[in-house]
C-alpha cells in the first residue's frame, strides 16, 4: 500500500523511489541523478548504508519521534505510552550509519502524553509537530545556523520491535500498565 506522503507527492508530480533496499549501485545511481540537496527521512525503518547518506550534499535528516538519545529503535512512541512516560517529543538528527544514533540538528520542548493518547494518535501529533520543526531546521542547516550535537550515549535507550505476543496481557502487571496497552 501507498502511504499517504507517496500518494501526495505522486499527485504533485514528485517523482518518488521505493527501492527494497537502497545497497545496490544501481539504486545509488538513480538517487544520485536527482542532485538532492538533502534527504528527509521519516518512519524508514532501515539502516541506510554509506553510500546513500553521502549522496545529498547537506546529508539525510531523520525526523524520530523521540527526544533522543531516549527510546532509539522501531517503536519509541509505542515505548513512551507503555512504559507511562509524561512526555516525549521529536528530534530532526543527521543519520549515519547507526540506528538513530547521529548527530541533533533540533529538538521540541516536550510533549505531553494525554491518558488518552494511542500510539496512532501521538505519533500522528508527533509527526506533525515533527514536519514543522523538519522545515524550520532544514532553513537553518543550509545557511549553516545549526551546529550538530553528538548524542549523550550514556542516557541512550533503545526500543524493541512489537511482536504479536507483546499484546498478550498479564494480569499481574498493575492495571494502568494494563490499560496503556489499549
Do not use: C
Not at 502511504?3 to 499527485?11: D, I, R, S, Y
Not at 521505493?18 to 524508514?44: I, K, N, Q, W
Not at 523538519?134 to 550538530?148: D, F, I, Q, S, Y
Amino acid at each position: 500500500q501507498p502511504t499517504p506522503v507517496k500518494l501526495a507527492a505522486l499527485q504533485m508530480g514528485i517523482p518518488v523511489e521505493t527501492p527494497a533496499t537502497l545497497r545496490p549501485p544501481e539504486v545509488h545511481e538513480r538517487l544520485a541523478r536527482y542532485g538532492a540537496d538533502v534527504f528527509a527521512v521519516a518512519s524508514y525503518g532501515r539502516l541506510l548504508p554509506a553510500a546513500a547518506l553521502q549522496l545529498p550534499r547537506l546529508g539525510a535528516l531523520n525526523i524520530h519521534p523521540s527526544l533522543l538519545p531516549r527510546h532509539r529503535g522501531p517503536r519509541p512512541v509505542a515505548t513512551a505510552i507503555l512504559e507511562g512516560h509524561r512526555h516525549t517529543g521529536v528530534t530532526v538528527m543527521l543519520l549515519d550509519e547507526g540506528m538513530d544514533t547521529g548527530p541533533l540538528l533540533a529538538q521540541t520542548d516536550p510533549v505531553p502524553i494525554d491518558s488518552n493518547d494511542t500510539t496512532g494518535v501521538l505519533t500522528r501529533k508527533l509527526f506533525e509537530i515533527g514536519a514543522e520543526l523538519l522545515v524550520a531546521t532544514l532553513e537553518k542547516w543550509e545557511r549553516g545556523a545549526v551546529k550538530p550535537r553528538p548524542q549523550d550515549e550514556s542516557a541512550a535507550s533503545v526500543t524493541k520491535l512489537l511482536e504479536r505476543a507483546d499484546g498478550l496481557i498479564d494480569w499481574s502487571k498493575p492495571a494502568a500498565r494494563i490499560e496503556r496497552m489499549t
